[in-house]
């Protein structure tokens, strides 16, 4: 009777239930936070490849240009700008591995000013040169031994911003 009592005991006990219900629910806590924090990092990302084309942008529309287009070095400077940040060679990457300048492209395309709709200095123009540029930054995610199988380094963020000379 004595080894019935103390097992009726044991299996009534509530200690230690906390630990056991908080260790079944950790690793979905470890997923939420992990999946928060790299969908702060994706927007963060995403924002930095948005501000890198505006201001691409803007660098290109004040740059003497044609509806044929920019000249090769301009070129040349507005990925720089897009990708580091800088116009003259060197910098850093604004995101870690957005190391290839092909990843930023550069357009130059005319818009038809017939019945004058760009006024001031584009009245008397048949045509206003208008110049796009896309910035497309790679994401690379830091938690790919967590979530095996599950890759989102093919992932790239992207914006296009468009502005008139």
């Known amino acids: 009777m004595n080894e019935r009592g103390s097992l009726r005991r044991w299996l009534q006990a509530e200690t230690g239930v906390a630990g056991v219900e908080f260790a079944l629910i950790l690793p979905l806590l470890c997923v939420l936070l992990f999946g928060f924090f790299e969908?702060?990092?994706?927007?963060?990302?995403?924002?930095?490849?948005?501000?890198?084309?505006?201001?691409?942008?803007?660098?290109?529309?004040?740059?003497?240009?044609?509806?044929a287009g920019l000249s090769g070095t301009d070129v040349d400077r507005i990925k720089r700008l897009a990708r580091t940040g800088l116009v003259?060679?060197?910098?850093?990457?604004?995101?870690?591995?957005?190391?290839?300048?092909?990843?930023?492209?550069?357009?130059?395309?005319?818009?038809?000013?017939t019945g004058a709709i760009y006024l001031g200095r584009y009245e008397d123009m048949a045509n206003v040169p208008t110049v796009k540029v896309t910035a497309t930054a790679p994401y690379r995610t830091l938690f790919t031994s967590l979530l095996p199988g599950i890759s989102l380094n093919g992932v790239a963020v992207s914006n296009t911003q468009s502005w008139t000379e």
Request: overall charge positive; proline content about 4%.
């Open 88 to 113: 003259d060679t060197g910098g850093t990457p604004l995101v870690k591995g957005w190391t290839n300048d092909a990843t930023v492209t550069v357009a130059v395309t005319c818009v038809s000013n």
């Open 39 to 67: 969908v702060g990092r994706m927007f963060w990302t995403y924002s930095v490849a948005s501000a890198s084309a505006r201001d691409a942008a803007r660098f290109a529309s004040r740059l003497p240009m044609v509806c």
